[in-house]
């Protein structure tokens, strides 16, 4: 089983329609989570940091479920420049490590 | 700027011929991070560095090299590449805390 897994999608998404998708982790000892975009091959960037209490930027919120081990981002009004495989990053115990989800590509057409 | 650099950012090469990626970052990060990425699989970690001449292996570091002699520098060797090295790398950097700040990629092939 991966450690972090996410569905791989893609998730067709009318243009201002919502979309949202979870992220699965198996460590419960996890201690911070973010979620990242990255777009067509090219570097990821960090979308945002998820925290206990759940957090919102934007048209973006991001969730998290330490009972039952995942992270969740909902995505609201969604533009065409949302389009983007969005990669779910778990920090497990032991210092430098981070793990990646193989990412959830979303696509927004007009 | 704030970057992190990387080079080559392509490169085709053959079995056996050892090459060498470098990664520099400006922003006085103590932690960088190799990482590599396949289809299907996500990003995983080679090796990290918390600070200099401090490495460590991560998830998949056979095949691979790493030296951290200067805080800002963190090369990759791959001193016998093979095909199954063909992927796509990341270097990143972070200060220690959250927020990874990756590099723009290096697109490797082995023949």
């Known amino acids: 089983r991966k450690e972090v897994e996410q569905d791989p999608g893609p998730f067709n998404v009318p243009e201002g329609a919502t979309v949202a998708f979870n992220c699965t982790y198996s460590n419960s000892a996890s201690q911070s989570f973010f979620w990242y975009r990255q777009d067509c091959r090219k570097e990821p960037k960090l979308l945002m940091s998820?925290?206990?209490s759940g957090n919102e930027d934007g048209r973006f919120t991001a969730q998290l479920n330490r009972a039952s081990q995942y992270i969740s981002l909902l995505i609201r009004d969604s533009k065409l420049s949302d389009s983007a495989t969005y990669l779910c990053?778990?920090?497990?115990?032991?210092?430098?490590?981070?793990?990646f989800g193989a990412g959830t590509q979303v696509v927004v057409t007009p | 700027e704030a970057q992190v650099t990387q080079n080559p950012r392509y490169l085709i090469t053959v079995t056996g011929k050892k090459l060498t990626v470098t990664c520099s970052q400006n922003m006085n990060h103590e932690y960088m991070s190799w990482y590599r990425q396949d289809p299907g699989l996500g990003l995983r970690q080679i090796y990290y560095?918390?600070?200099?001449?401090?490495?460590d292996k991560g998830d998949v570091p056979e095949g691979y090299k790493v030296s951290r002699k200067e805080k800002r520098n963190f090369p990759l060797i791959l001193e016998s590449p093979s095909p199954n090295q063909t992927s796509l790398y990341f270097c990143?950097?972070?200060?220690?805390?959250?927020?990874?700040?990756f590099g723009p990629g290096t697109r490797l092939t082995v023949l």
């Open positions: 990053v778990v920090n497990p115990p032991g210092r430098g490590k981070l793990q």
């Open positions: 998820v925290y206990s």
């Open positions: 560095s918390m600070n200099v001449e401090v490495t």
């Open positions: 990143a950097s972070s200060s220690g805390g959250n927020e990874q700040f």
